[in-house]
C-alpha cells in the first residue's frame, strides 16, 4: 500500500530542542497539507503546498514552524525551539488537485510530539 | 467557510443503521458537504461527499435536505469497527486550496 506516510510517528523531545518530520504523499497527488491536531479536538490546517510552491500558511504557523517541500515530493515539517504547547499529532495528507479525482484528501497516521 | 454543528456523541448497536445528523444552516451554493471519520490514534478517512443530490457508496449514504441546511450521514449496518470520530465538513467547490476545517466532531460508540 502506498498510502501517506509520516516519520517518525513518536518523538518525545525536551523543550527547547528542534524537531523535524518528514511526510510521503502518495507518489502521484500534487497538493500536500499539514494539520495538527490536540486531545479532543479536531485537525487544524497548518498549511499546505501545490507542487513546491507553499500556497498558503495558518496564523497557527508561528515563526517557529517551518515547512518545506523542495522537490514536490515529500515535505518536512520542522518546529525550532519547542514549547510544551507543540505537543500534539501533526497530521499530512495529499490530494490530487486538477483534472480526476474527488479532491479528497488522503491522511497519513500522525506523528505525535511530545515536549517535556 | 461555513460552520457545522454536529452532535458530541452518539451510540448506536451493533448491527443497526448509525444515522449521524450534521447542520449547515449557512452553508452557500458553491459547497460541498464532506464527511470523515478518525478512528483512535489514526489518521482522518474520507467516506463520502455530496452537493444537492444524495449519494451512496460501499461506506455509507448521504441524505441532503433540499434546502441543503443539514445532512444525515448513514451507516447502514454498524459494526464495531465503525466506533471513531465523524466531522462533518463543508468546503468550496473551488478555491480555499481544497483545504478541510474540521471542527469536533461526533463521536459514535457502537457496542454489542
Known amino acids: 500500500d502506498t498510502g501517506v506516510s509520516q516519520d517518525p510517528r513518536h518523538k518525545i523531545t525536551k523543550r527547547g530542542q528542534n524537531v523535524t518530520f518528514r511526510c510521503d504523499p502518495i507518489?502521484?497527488?500534487?497538493?500536500l497539507y499539514w494539520y495538527r491536531q490536540t486531545l479532543g479536538q479536531g485537525p487544524e490546517f497548518l498549511t499546505y503546498?501545490?507542487?513546491?510552491?507553499?500556497?498558503?500558511k495558518s496564523r497557527l504557523l508561528s515563526d517557529r514552524f517551518s515547512a518545506e517541500r523542495p522537490k514536490g515530493s515529500f515535505s518536512t515539517l520542522e518546529i525550532q525551539r519547542t514549547e510544551q504547547g507543540d505537543s500534539a499529532m501533526y497530521l499530512c495528507?495529499?490530494?490530487?488537485?486538477?483534472?480526476?479525482?474527488?479532491?479528497?484528501?488522503?491522511f497519513g497516521e500522525g506523528s505525535r510530539l511530545t515536549v517535556l | 467557510d461555513a460552520k457545522t454543528t454536529q452532535p458530541p456523541s452518539m451510540d448506536c448497536a451493533e448491527g443497526r443503521a448509525a444515522n449521524l445528523p450534521c447542520n449547515h444552516s449557512?452553508?452557500?451554493?458553491?459547497?460541498?458537504v464532506y464527511w470523515y471519520r478518525q478512528i483512535h490514534s489514526q489518521g482522518p478517512q474520507y467516506i463520502i461527499h455530496?452537493?444537492?443530490n444524495n449519494e451512496t457508496n460501499e461506506m455509507a449514504s448521504l441524505i441532503i435536505t433540499e434546502d441543503r441546511k443539514s445532512s444525515t450521514l448513514i451507516l447502514p449496518h454498524a459494526t464495531l469497527r465503525d466506533t471513531a470520530v465523524y466531522y462533518c465538513?463543508?468546503?468550496?467547490?473551488?478555491?480555499?486550496?481544497?483545504?478541510?476545517?474540521f471542527g469536533t466532531g461526533t463521536q459514535l460508540k457502537v457496542e454489542l
Open positions: 495528507a495529499s490530494s490530487l488537485h486538477g483534472t480526476s479525482g474527488t479532491g479528497e484528501l488522503f
Open positions: 507518489s502521484e497527488h500534487n497538493r
Open positions: 503546498f501545490q507542487n513546491e510552491a507553499q500556497l498558503e
Open positions: 449557512t452553508i452557500s451554493g458553491n459547497e460541498y
Open positions: 455530496g452537493l444537492k
Open positions: 465538513i463543508v468546503r468550496p467547490i473551488t478555491g480555499g486550496g481544497n483545504k478541510l476545517t
